[in-house]
């Protein structure tokens, strides 16, 4: 410790943590209660469930016929049929009361008991009855179309195991066996505190400054993924006082603890100190060698045990898949890992880890024309939570390992068994009539799984380049031709891997409020003391359209282009998306910020118009025979989608909407 603050001198390896942390926890005792059987869907069985009766618990007709001696039906054909006298009928829950001897016969349904004395059924088809006397034309063998006693399930044999997840073939099992109430591995109670002065909950305002609570609910929905039960304790401030008052309440009311921020190594980061002094036997780890995740704090207060995560969003959530999941499947009863949850990729890119520490690389997972799986490390810091959204799955790599070989064969977790490899990747700028899209579209797509990642145009180029998508979103502008897409292909390095497709026209400009109260006409008022605008980030075909109109700005005005830009309010910023533009100015963050038509006018905006832009598609040529990518590219060129576009205002196709404008495989 110096001056307040705790510096990590000595880091536990994660297979250190993963081992004390499950020494310790086979120490405690698993809770177990009983509940009915109608509740019990999805919960472990605690203790082997045996079967007190027979099923079925009498020999039972399959068919509809006669019950019948088989031996008097010995030599029965169409020319020579036996005859037998019909003693009475035997239908499902009612049975007949007396017993079949020789020459003698009783009319049964599927599921009635067969009465004494028989021991086969005769099907319906190859009888005729007469009054009184049924002719039987074919012989039937001894146990023919008859279910005996105990033959599915015999009395004192295990219906279900302990540690079988209940599904609805089990219920059905355990209903036949008359059983009404299951012991199952209790729900562990898990409370969930978030720490943080800049923390709001989510349906409050935002005061500037302040971010949205984002580690709180998606902890909370972790651990109900996992088998628990959340109790969200809401957010602390950064004092030492508020923070020890929530952790105590928690550890009262639940049978673990989760807590995120408040773990590193600054002087503000309290949780470790607020853990070790809160019960015995107090913290065992604090800083674990892994990234993202170090500053992990795990403590056991009695019998329990207590986690500090990290305040950035995709270290907390590694960590807590790490080493918070597996307890708490553990405790209701799960599979720390299923084995579905792991997939095999090529990687698809060489891949510098964090040598020294146990990486855990977030990557999303794409398949090719031919099927296989390629892995693509998520770009972006732990403290973003598109990071960890973006990702299909957590790539493990070991501390000795610095670089991971392009073509590599790796194993990767899936963050959501339900949700592997997508079958289309579209990465590229965002836009609505992208949206529309894949909405006219989805019928062609079926029930494929479509991943959109908005990254901007230039991103788009180099996700198609890499092999990372199959489509692309571009609208990128060349200024010195004044051409959108074209020109970029080559130095893109795209040209010969790719295929460019017209997309749309969408009109570009400036997003102001209703009635537009800063009497914003174009560009040069943002050089305005008064304006404040947010613009687009770098690399985003709008940013880049930006550039252009300033560069041109302060060539009229003969002044240095940076240092008009540098003039503006908010030119610096960086949004992701026009959406992201318009609710700024909707909420009255800024007075204007670039984006199309489109965003504004759906949100009630006004918009003030300055380009008429092309919005393409580049298509990887390997990826052109996948169902999902023609199905893409047919909804591209068809009527409906034509129509659908015309709900959005400032975008249009045109007669070339869907043509195929570059093609390296023409001569």
């Not at 009766?53 to 039906?73: H, L």
């Not at 403290?383 to 990702?391: C, G, H």
């Not at 079926?446 to 788009?460: A, D």
């Not at 893409?632 to 869907?658: Q, Y």
Request: glycine content about 12%; hydrophobic content about 40%.
């Amino acid at each position: 410790m110096r001056d307040g603050r705790r510096i990590f001198r000595s880091l536990s390896s994660v297979d250190q943590v993963r081992s004390e942390i499950w020494a310790r926890l086979r120490g405690f005792e698993r809770k177990v209660e009983e509940i009915p059987l109608a509740e019990a869907l999805g919960r472990v069985l605690a203790k082997d469930i045996v079967s007190p009766v027979d099923i079925p618990g009498f020999d039972r007709s399959t068919k509809d016929g006669y019950a019948v001696r088989a031996e008097d039906t010995f030599g029965a054909d169409q020319e020579n049929p036996v005859s037998l006298r019909i003693l009475g009928v035997a239908s499902a829950g009612h049975p007949y009361r007396g017993t079949v001897g020789e020459g003698e016969a009783v009319e049964i349904a599927t599921g009635a008991p067969v009465p004494p004395g028989a021991d086969a059924v005769v099907m319906v088809e190859y009888t005729r009855r007469l009054g009184d006397v049924v002719q039987v034309y074919r012989a039937v063998a001894p146990g023919e179309n008859v279910q005996s006693a105990g033959r599915d399930i015999n009395l004192g044999e295990t219906l279900v195991w302990s540690g079988d997840v209940i599904g609805p073939r089990e219920i059905g099992v355990l209903a036949a066996a008359g059983i009404d109430r299951v012991k199952v591995y209790s729900r562990p109670r898990v409370a969930v505190i978030s720490t943080g002065d800049e923390l709001t909950p989510q349906g409050v305002g935002l005061e500037y400054g302040k971010i949205y609570d984002i580690n709180g609910p998606a902890l909370c929905a972790s651990i109900r993924e996992d088998g628990g039960e959340p109790v969200y304790m809401g957010i602390a401030g950064d004092e030492e006082s508020e923070i020890a008052r929530l952790i105590e309440e928690g550890i009262s009311k639940a049978d673990l603890l989760v807590v995120s921020g408040s773990t590193s190594a600054g002087a503000g980061d309290v949780i470790y100190r607020v853990l070790d002094g809160i019960g015995e036997p107090g913290v065992f780890v604090h800083g674990v060698a892994m990234h993202p995740g170090k500053p992990t704090v795990v403590a056991q207060i009695g019998r329990k045990l207590a986690f500090g995560l990290p305040g950035n969003p995709t270290s907390a959530m590694t960590a807590y898949r790490i080493f918070v999941g597996p307890v708490i499947r553990y405790l209701a009863g799960l599979e720390p890992e299923p084995e579905s949850m792991r997939i095999r990729a090529t990687l698809a890119e060489r891949t510098r880890a964090a040598r020294g520490r146990r990486d855990f690389l977030p990557v999303h997972l794409v398949r090719d024309a031919e099927g296989n799986v390629l892995a693509f490390r998520v770009p972006g810091g732990s403290e973003a939570i598109t990071t960890f959204s973006r990702a299909d799955g957590i790539l493990e790599v070991p501390e000795e390992v610095e670089y991971l070989e392009q073509g590599e064969p790796v194993i990767v977790t899936l963050l959501d068994p339900e949700r592997g490899p997508a079958d289309l990747s579209i990465v590229g700028s965002h836009c609505l009539g992208l949206e529309e899209l894949l909405r006219v579209a989805r019928p062609g797509l079926g029930g494929s799984r479509v991943k959109v990642v908005s990254v901007g145009s230039t991103g788009g180029f180099l996700a198609v380049r890499k092999g990372e998508a199959d489509v692309a979103g571009v609208h990128a502008l060349d200024p010195s031709t004044g051409e959108y897409n074209v020109p970029f292909l080559r130095s893109m390095g795209v040209s010969e891997v790719a295929i460019l497709v017209r997309g749309y026209v969408r009109v570009q400009g400036l997003i102001v409020a209703p009635g537009n109260p800063k009497g914003i006409r174009g560009v040069e008022d943002l050089l305005r003391p008064d304006v404040r605008m947010l613009n687009r980030n770098p690399g985003s075909g709008t940013r880049i359209l930006m550039d252009w109109l300033t560069e041109e700005l302060a060539r009229e005005r003969g002044v240095d282009v940076e240092e008009l830009r540098s003039s503006i309010r908010g030119y610096r910023s960086a949004a992701k998306s026009h959406a992201a533009v318009a609710s700024a100015v909707k909420a009255g963050l800024v007075d204007v910020g670039p984006g199309i038509e489109a965003a504004a006018r759906l949100r009630g905006l006004d918009f003030i118009p300055l380009w008429r832009e092309r919005y393409d598609f580049l298509v990887r040529i390997d990826r052109l025979p996948k169902r999902e990518v023609q199905a893409l590219l047919e909804t591209l060129r068809s009527v409906a989608f034509r129509k659908a576009l015309d709900r959005l205002p400032g975008i249009e196709a045109d007669e070339r909407t869907g043509e195929v404008i570059h093609d390296p495989r023409r001569t």
